[in-house]
């Protein structure tokens, strides 16, 4: 069964830096583009990040574009984000998921429970 955990997530100051991991299983995790979602307090889910299922193609959102690194370990079945210079904005769950194909943008299929970012001074 498809499964992705999240991690990394937790309080950090304005201007900070948090590595979030997302940590899958129960697929062929090389074959399938992944993505960064997040949800802020009282807000919609916002798309952060795509990444191409061999790492070599990613995208980003505007606001994070210049901020915000997605990555990929393939041998390790684990997907990244590197965030820094965090705003207050920033605060939000953060999710993972899967795509339903190898390239970007598609359709996202599973999602992982998500981990809480918190920038607060």
């Known amino acids: 069964q498809v499964q992705l955990v999240e991690s990394g997530g937790g309080l950090v100051q304005p201007g900070g830096s948090l590595r979030l991991s997302c940590a899958a299983s129960g697929f062929t995790f090389s074959s399938y583009a992944m993505s960064w979602v997040r949800q802020g307090p009282g807000k919609g889910l916002e798309w952060v990040s795509d990444?191409?299922?061999?790492?070599?193609?990613?995208s980003y959102a505007d606001s994070m574009r210049s901020r915000f690194t997605i990555s990929r370990d393939n041998a390790k079945n684990t997907l990244y984000l590197q965030m820094n210079s965090l705003k207050p904005e920033d605060t939000a769950v953060y999710y993972c998921?899967?795509?339903?194909?190898?390239?970007?943008?598609?359709?996202?299929?599973?999602w992982g429970q998500g981990t809480q970012v918190t920038v607060s001074s």
């Open positions: 998921a899967k795509s339903s194909s190898w390239q970007i943008p598609s359709d996202l299929e599973v």
């Open positions: 990444i191409n299922s061999g790492g070599g193609s990613t």
